[in-house]
């Protein structure tokens, strides 16, 4: 790649990854800006998805350091949805390489407007929310399956994913919205970290794009996460509710106009 073609590539997707670390580490969803940006560079998809994969991965950890730092983080259920998520991550891409495009474009279109839906039927507002859930074997199975959950709609599926993980834990573990924001960063990062890892390997990534990319995409998870333990529920929440509402209309609303 030539060196003036490779700063009209940064100099485009650079300031869109920035605010999609931004919009990740405040309520997930990230990934609806930062990919089409990525495919608006014209470079070949795999090394999109590799340099996507890449700098999200790193971005997440950024903001997730940011979270711990401050207390806001439930450990003992993070580490259980981690395990469950690394898991089920593995066996829903396994599930895709099996499935022909016309399966996968089917599944689609149901899988996504019901997910968007429910999610749009926010949690109800409590005064009992928690940032640490009880120690019992409900919040064990609990655990369990938000892991297995977001682990297999995280590979099979994607869009959306932070979001509609981090509303569900808080109807799970009744989280308030800054807790349920750090643990969902774990359990993308156990989920999104061997395909990381493989896509280094196969020769996806493209560093010279990939590693100014994440650059600005740590700095903009750094800004978001310290915005959202600054300002909490009442930031967290309307740009949750933006997000989902973004997936519905991508993937249900405009696909019935088309």
């Known amino acids: 790649m030539e060196f003036s073609e490779l700063i009209k590539i940064l100099v485009m997707l650079c300031p869109l990854v920035f605010v999609a670390g931004f919009v990740d580490a ?26 996507n994969k890449f700098q999200c991965t790193i971005g997440t950890v950024s903001s997730l350091i940011r979270f711990e730092k401050n207390g806001i983080l439930d450990k003992s259920t993070a580490l259980v949805s981690a395990i469950t998520a690394v898991i089920f991550s593995a066996i829903g891409t396994k599930i895709i390489l099996l499935l022909s495009e016309d399966v996968l474009s089917r ?9 968007s839906v429910t999610m749009l039927i926010n949690p109800k ?3 009992n929310t928690v940032s640490q859930a009880p120690k019992c074997q409900k919040t064990v199975l609990f ?12 590979s099979m599926f994607g869009p959306g994913g932070g979001t509609l993980g981090m509303l569900l834990l808080i109807r799970l573990f009744k989280y308030d919205y800054k807790t349920a924001s750090a643990n969902i960063k774990v359990i993308l990062i156990a989920s999104s970290l061997a395909s990381a890892i493989g896509h280094v390997i196969s020769g996806n990534v493209l560093y010279s794009v990939a590693i100014p990319a994440t650059i600005f995409n740590i700095w903009g ?26 997936v519905l209309i991508k993937y249900v609303v405009l696909p019935l106009f088309s």
């Open 107 to 115: 599944a689609l279109t149901i899988a996504l407007p019901v997910f």
């Open 26 to 51: 405040v309520a997930g969803g990230g990934g609806l800006i930062g990919f089409p940006a990525y495919m608006w560079t014209g470079l070949p998809i795999h090394t999109i998805y590799g340099c």
């Open 221 to 246: 998870s750094y800004v978001g996460a310290g915005f959202a333990i600054k300002h909490g529920k009442k930031v967290i929440k309307p740009m949750a509710n933006a997000v989902v509402a973004v």
């Open 143 to 154: 655990s369990a399956l938000s892991g297995m959950l977001i682990g297999l709609y995280d």
């Open 125 to 127: 507002d409590s005064l």
